[in-house]
């Protein structure tokens, strides 16, 4: 599945962006996704997964309380809503997804194989 990140932006620290990740196909309800992010200098991490029916989901520590994870199927998109965002939120976002059915039940912190292109978020202090 081919995936479009947008939403990226500059805000003051406090501030909120939503990212948004439309899917190329109209199966993308059989896909589970997350949301990733890197950082200059630093390893691509994992900020957040949501399972194909959106009946599971996953934040890191980092951003627990600050960014929710969700979709919509019926418009072949997810989204992550980021709030109260600090300067160390600062990277490329990025959107994956991996086939839902072969992870059934697993953790939605790593498998993604279908990668989008990364939108900058800066957040300023």
């Known amino acids: 599945v081919q995936l479009q990140a947008s939403g990226g932006g500059l805000v003051q620290a406090g501030g909120s962006l939503a990212l948004s990740c439309v899917a190329s196909r109209r199966t993308f309800s059989n896909y589970d996704m997350g949301w990733f992010r890197q950082a200059p200098g630093e390893e691509r991490e994992i900020v957040a997964g949501i399972s194909w029916d959106g009946g599971r989901t996953y934040l890191a520590d980092s951003v627990k309380g600050r960014f929710t994870i969700s979709r919509d199927n019926a418009k072949n998109t997810g989204y992550l809503q980021m709030n109260s965002l600090k300067p160390e939120d600062t990277a490329v976002y990025y959107c994956?997804?991996?086939?839902?059915?072969?992870?059934?039940?697993?953790?939605?912190?790593?498998?993604?194989?279908?990668w989008g292109q990364g939108t900058l978020v800066t957040v300023s202090s």
């Open positions: 994956a997804a991996r086939i839902g059915q072969y992870y059934s039940g697993s953790p939605l912190n790593s498998g993604y194989n279908d």
